[in-house]
């Protein structure tokens, strides 16, 4: 019993690998994936990869077959993606911030710092108006009326609408002295 047991508990040990064991497994490790492979280690959909791969923010090789195959440091830029997903940033923004990278690398630590830098001001800005928005919405709630004239929901910084009706912004002598001689 002794002697069948051996063999499994070094399969199973790293301490006894055979050096050709390990030489296969290093190989693997520098193998590109296939999308299921991506799609299973970075928990996004094939779709979602087919998607990002359509607007530029990954990119695979094929194969003789067609079939694509994705580079490791994909799995990377995958997380990437999401987390900037994850925090609000559309993909034109993402798409910019991968592009911006030296020879397309993928990015690292200090880039996201970077990065995350230049966005800091419009996500305080999106932060700002949601803020707006919902002090807005508390003065709202209960009221009912959804005026035209007062509502800051249907109506919001009105500053032309307490000079009247139709075109506040034209003013006539100004635009007339604009007109070429004729």
């Not at 959909?45 to 607007?55: I, Q, T, V």
């Not at 798409?95 to 990015?107: Q, W």
């Not at 959804?146 to 003013?171: I, V």
């Amino acid at each position: 019993m002794d002697a069948t047991l051996e063999p499994q508990l070094m399969l199973r040990s790293i301490h006894h690998a055979q050096p050709w064991s390990r030489a296969m497994t290093n190989v693997a490790a520098h193998r590109p994936l296939t999308i299921g492979e991506l799609s299973e280690r970075s928990g996004v959909s094939p779709s979602a990869l087919h998607f990002y791969e359509r607007n530029g923010l990954i990119e695979a090789e094929r194969t003789a077959g067609n079939q694509r195959r994705y580079r490791r440091d994909m799995l990377r830029r995958v997380a990437f993606i999401k987390t900037s997903q994850r925090v609000g940033l559309p993909l034109k923004d993402i798409r910019e911030a991968l592009d911006s990278l030296p020879d397309g690398r993928t990015p690292t630590k200090n880039d996201w710092a970077k990065l995350s830098l230049r966005w800091r001001k419009e996500l305080d800005e999106r932060i700002a108006a949601l803020q707006h928005l919902r002090n807005d919405l508390d003065g709202c709630i209960g009221c009912g009326c959804l005026s035209l004239k007062s509502c800051t929901l249907q109506n919001p910084s009105d500053k032309l609408g307490a000079s009247g009706a139709g075109a506040q912004r034209w003013n006539l002598p100004e635009a007339e002295a604009e007109l070429p001689p004729g």
